[in-house]
């Protein structure tokens, strides 16, 4: 699909992956503009609705990014963020949801050119898999309707 | 029997004066006519046999979908003019900066409702009196008024059935365009309204004398007297027996969604300022918030309150504000109960001399 | 009278109960939960393998919690529930007293919280057989129709929030579908807005469920939505060995962490 452009949501924590991003920025690294970063305080403080909220929204992928284990700045936010993943994707992949369009990583504050190959691997990955109508389709499908609900709208 | 006897037209004032037509249908002949109705173009709702053993009311293709050999319904054919959620409106907000809004009810089609049973039909008659008496609903009259109504007479019933404790029967014609009623190889056809006899194919149909309907309907004992109820129910407010009867309830919607006649709603507006709906939700006076005020005070404070409410409201609230009763019987509330709770089972407890 | 019966009119009558929560014959010819307030009702309670609601539910409940001394009568899905309501601390302002009936048809009453733990972990249950087949059939198909499967399931969901109501571990005053600043989880019963409904749900009883089922057989649109959480419980004793309603102490997978928790999915 020549003329798309995926829309990637990263939801990143203040301290390290902010501060890596701005690194690459200030580092004039050239990489893929497809990014809306979303700033939080920590990676624990990342709700799990938010990445569905994303979607229905019309994201394409979704990237979420903090400090490395042992490095989080209020301790141990990232240990409990990661195993609020490791259940959500268990049960995101249990649904049929695509877990690939998710993408979880570490990326520390002097990490600039990571956090650039991050995003530019992602917007290719997507970019291969194309838009993501999965979510944004549903109420309007023409799924079996249980209900007489709405078949005409 | 003092249970008001409303009409089928939308007005909802008024006997139905529509003479009405005696004819047969022979069960060789149903598939052809439901068949019929569906190439007509209408869309028709019908019970279907689910994986999980219970029946709901879906819109089908074939007769070969619908289910006959069933009691009652998990939920009513009600969302048919009173979806679960209705689009009441969709807004942008344009250029200029003025906001359009869109509310589109051409595309509403003409529907049958196949298979309710008489306590469905007569409870079509309290959702028309309801929306359109005093300030009519035009999404409701709209999607009525393309609606027709097609009964099947119980020849069986179970023990959560009361109808008859309600001033109906199971070949009740109340609220109908069409009643069948099995009678071996034949159904007996009742029709009521001129609706109903718009879809007569005169071709399917032959006219016959009057027949007795008796023998080939369920027997449901009566579990109480509908005038002793409405009469003692008036000073049931302060009974200590509430708590007792719904120290059970664990506040879920279940019973109002599944009901026939339970019609509150709640609106909710879904979109951002740019562009969104407005939508027209199911809501239930068994939710801990369904009167919950924004100073945060709280009317019903705990679940008895509620539960009190729920059949106050249809035993003594809908008969002084609407002339009716508006439970109809069908059991449906004491099937689907986690907690299994009994509404006549509480009703009767209630209302002990 | 049954030994069930007898035992509970001696707890009314030496002033250990003033209320008991149990099961009964309804008119409807099927066990109900039964409130039952003196010595004299206690020939109304009944057990038989159709008992199945989970009664720990009620336990929550500001008209039960009046009676300050509760008796509760638990099929294994009740003390299961009771166990990790327990290490959750949701009991610090009633006295209950549990009773069961074991495998010989003996009563028990339980003296203390050890030995409620001690029989439910001797006696803890595996999943069904039922469930393990429907959720073999779900790993059995393609991502695309899992997706398919579930979302034609969740447009069925009426959003009447019984499973909710059913079950005990949802104990919130105020829940987060009724929180509207903001509505974080859509109201309406379109398909969106239940899949939301779900994914929360199963979350926020992700290491918690203690797999009664309740919620599946509760539901009216008849959506297996206890594999939701069945498959999160068998998901989390894999990866971190937690089993809810096993132990009264307070940990739970998403409570607590360990440093060295795998991650080979994290760039």
């Given amino acids: 699909m020549p003329d798309f452009e995926p829309k990637i949501v990263a939801f990143v924590c203040n301290w390290c992956t902010y501060a890596g991003a701005d690194l690459a920025g200030t580092s004039r690294t050239k990489y893929a ?10 990676t624990g403080r990342i709700d799990f609705m938010l990445l569905m909220k ?9 990237i979420i990014s903090g400090c490395h284990p042992n490095d989080c700045h209020y301790t141990s936010g990232n240990f409990h963020a990661r195993r609020r993943w490791i259940t959500f994707r268990s049960l995101l992949d249990f649904i049929g949801f695509d877990i690939d369009r998710i993408t979880f990583s570490w990326v520390s504050a002097a990490e600039g050119r990571k956090w650039a190959e991050l995003v530019d691997e992602v917007t290719n990955t997507i970019r291969a898999k194309g838009p993501f109508t999965e979510i944004s389709t549903l109420d309007s499908s023409k799924l079996k309707q249980l209900f007489y609900d709405e078949i005409t709208k | 029997m003092t249970k008001k006897v409303l009409s089928n037209n939308l007005s909802g004032n008024g006997i139905n004066t529509f003479p009405m037509e005696l004819k047969i249908l022979t069960s060789a002949n149903i598939p052809t006519f439901f068949n019929n109705l569906l190439q007509s173009g209408k869309v028709v709702v019908a019970p279907v046999l689910k994986k999980n053993g219970k029946v709901y009311f879906e819109s089908v293709e074939s007769y070969d979908q619908v289910s006959t050999d069933y009691i009652q319904t998990v939920f ?3 969302s048919v003019v009173f979806p679960k959620v209705e689009e009441l409106f969709s807004y942008t907000k344009k250029e200029d900066g003025s906001v359009e809004i869109t509310n589109d009810m051409s595309n509403v089609p003409e529907t049958v409702i196949w298979g309710l049973r008489p306590c469905d039909s007569s409870a079509f008659n309290y959702l028309t009196e309801f ?8 999404y409701y009259k709209t999607r009525k008024e393309r609606t027709t109504l097609i009964s099947v007479s119980c020849a069986k019933a179970d023990d959560a059935c009361f109808c008859t404790s309600v001033g109906l029967n199971p070949g009740s014609t109340e609220g109908c365009d069409i009643l069948l009623t099995a009678m071996g190889d034949f159904f007996y056809t009742e029709v009521m309204t001129e609706k109903g006899k718009a879809l007569i194919d005169a071709k399917l149909f032959t006219d016959t004398e009057e027949k007795s309907k008796e023998e080939f309907l369920a027997k449901i004992n009566i579990k109480f007297s509908i005038d002793e109820v409405k009469e003692r129910i008036q000073n049931a407010y302060e009974s200590s027996e509430w708590k007792h009867e719904s120290m059970g309830c664990l506040s879920c919607g279940a019973c109002a969604f599944s009901c026939p006649t339970c019609t509150c709603f709640d609106i909710q507006d879904e979109g951002t300022t740019e562009n969104g709906k407005r939508l027209r939700c199911w809501d239930a006076c068994g939710f801990g918030q369904f009167t919950q005020h ?5 009317p019903k404070t705990n679940q008895t309150a509620r539960r009190r409410q729920r059949l106050l409201h249809k035993f003594k609230y809908s008969v002084e504000n609407l002339g009716i009763v508006s439970c109809v019987g069908c059991g449906r509330c004491i099937r689907i109960c986690p907690a299994h709770l009994n509404i006549f089972e509480n009703i009767l407890n209630v209302t002990k001399a | 009278m049954t030994k069930l019966q007898n035992k ?8 250990t109960i003033n209320l008991m929560i149990g099961f009964k014959n309804a008119l409807t010819n099927q066990p109900v939960p039964c409130f039952i307030e003196n010595a004299s009702q206690a020939e109304l309670l009944i057990y038989t393998p159709e008992c199945k609601n989970n009664l720990a539910v009620y336990l929550h409940k500001p008209e039960v919690k009046q009676s300050k001394k509760i008796g509760i009568f638990g099929n294994m899905a009740t003390l299961r529930s009771i166990v990790q309501l327990t290490s959750e601390n949701q009991f610090w302002d009633i006295e209950k007293t ?3 009936i074991d495998a010989n048809d003996e009563v028990i009453v339980f003296a203390n919280m050890e030995e409620l733990e001690t029989y439910v972990q001797e006696n803890f249950p595996d999943i069904s057989e039922e469930d393990l087949k429907l959720l073999a059939y779900l790993d059995s198909l393609t991502r695309e129709e899992r997706w398919n499967y579930w979302t034609e399931q969740f447009t069925a969901c009426i959003k009447c929030y019984a499973c909710r109501a059913v079950c005990p571990m949802c104990y919130c005053s105020q829940c987060t579908v009724e929180c509207n600043q903001p509505q974080w989880v859509k109201v309406s019963s379109k398909t969106s807005g239940n899949m939301e409904w779900h994914t929360i749900r199963a979350m926020h009883l992700a290491g918690r469920c203690v797999n009664c089922g309740e919620c599946g057989r509760t539901c009216p649109a008849g959506i297996p939505i206890h594999l939701l959480t069945a498959r999160m419980n068998q998901d ?7 089993r809810p309603g096993f132990s009264t102490k307070g940990e739970y997978a998403l409570n607590t962490f360990k440093v060295d928790d795998k991650e080979g999915f994290i760039k």
């Fill in chain 1, 54 to 62: 994303a979607f229905e929204n019309g994201a394409d992928g979704v």
């Fill in chain 2, 294 to 298: 924004a100073s945060g005070h709280n």
């Fill in chain 2, 131 to 138: 929306f359109l008496k005093e300030n009519p609903d035009s």
């Fill in chain 2, 76 to 78: 009513s054919a009600k």
């Fill in chain 1, 33 to 42: 503009p497809n990014v809306r970063i979303v700033r939080f305080p920590c």
């Fill in chain 3, 98 to 100: 549990i009773l069961t």
């Fill in chain 3, 236 to 242: 989390l004793f894999k990866e971190f060995g937690t």
């Fill in chain 3, 8 to 15: 509970v009119a001696e707890l009314f009558e030496n002033g």
